[in-house]
């Protein structure tokens, strides 16, 4: 297949961050017709009135349908997060467990706090996203998800079997096979971690535009998302989690965490689903899965993916005083976005 015409696909898991970075990185997910924002600025987005600000700085930076999340926090109020959803402010709601993450020093230290927030979101139908990593020093980094599944997840949807939940950015084989034996919970995956394995960012040196975290896990975890990215209509849907950050804080003596995947997300996808001969299930994952568990329609307008020559990635964007380097996985591109219809 040369040309591959699918709805236009919507980014279920997207850092714009703010200000200049916000700037220059916004229009870069045009290819995209939503994107779920995530929260995790510092201060946090934490409040309906943070997150109706913020939404407005990303329309006025030129990304045109933002569907913003609330940052949970031990303090937050459930009146004013059901409020915010009644209303149409936020679309969902963002758990960090505090230390797990870039900027995720707010979040959640002891689930028992927003017990009463997680009853109010349950009983008024607003979507929980979680970043499913457990933060306790004495685990592995590359066991924090698997951990997370036993020790949070499922004592978690046993408590609130009635609130919508989604699992963001699953990395292991573990997380795919949860996710499959609880049906309605949702999943994104990153096209960095259907790219690329550990190997990627270690073998023959450190590749700090390799890391993110979750962390690149071994290839039969990879090979586990490949196989449930592909697998058609059902939980798992496109959420790249592109996370900007600027070059001198990736290529640190302590890299920051987070791959910049926004402008070439759809051409990373489509190589991937190409090698796994399923370009005929993209549009589920990436166009109807995600509109399908959050009960929206999918977009009615397209977007044309071609296969041309091998080229190279663009090494990076900049301006507004910044530069971001983008995700390269190691070989060429291939697919480019040929149109957008409206
Ligand atoms: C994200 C960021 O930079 O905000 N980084 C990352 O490695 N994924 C945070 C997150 O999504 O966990
Ligand atoms: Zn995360
Ligand atoms: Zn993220």
Known sequence: MERLTIRRPDDWHLHLRDGDMLRLVAPESRDFGRAVIMPNLVPPVATGDDARAYRDR????????????????????????????????????KLYPAG???????????????????????????????HGEVTEASVDIFDREAAFLDRVLTPLRAAHPGLKLTLEHVTTKDAVEWVRAHPGVGATITAQHLASNRNDMLAGGMRPHFYCLPILKRRT????????????????????????????????GCCAAGCFTAPHALPLYAQVFEEEDALDRMEAFAALNGPAHYGLAPNEDTVTLVRGEPAAWPERIAGHGHQVTLFDPGWPLRWRVEAREG
Do not use: W
Not at 105 to 118: K, T
């Open 221 to 252: 975890h990879q090979e586990a998302l490949r196989a449930a990215a592909t697998s058609g209509p059902g939980s798992f849907f496109l959420g790249t989690d592109s996370a900007p950050h600027p070059l001198h804080a990736k290529e640190a």
């Open 58 to 93: 990303i329309v006025a930076a030129g990304f045109a349908r933002p569907l913003m999340t609330l940052y949970l926090t031990e303090g937050t109020d459930p009146a004013d997060l059901v409020r915010a959803h009644a209303e149409g402010v936020i679309h969902a709601v």
């Open 100 to 130: 797990a993450t870039t900027n995720s020093a707010s979040g959640v230290r002891d689930i028992e706090a927003v017990r009463p927030v997680l009853a109010a979101m349950e009983e008024a139908g607003v979507p929980l996203c979680l």
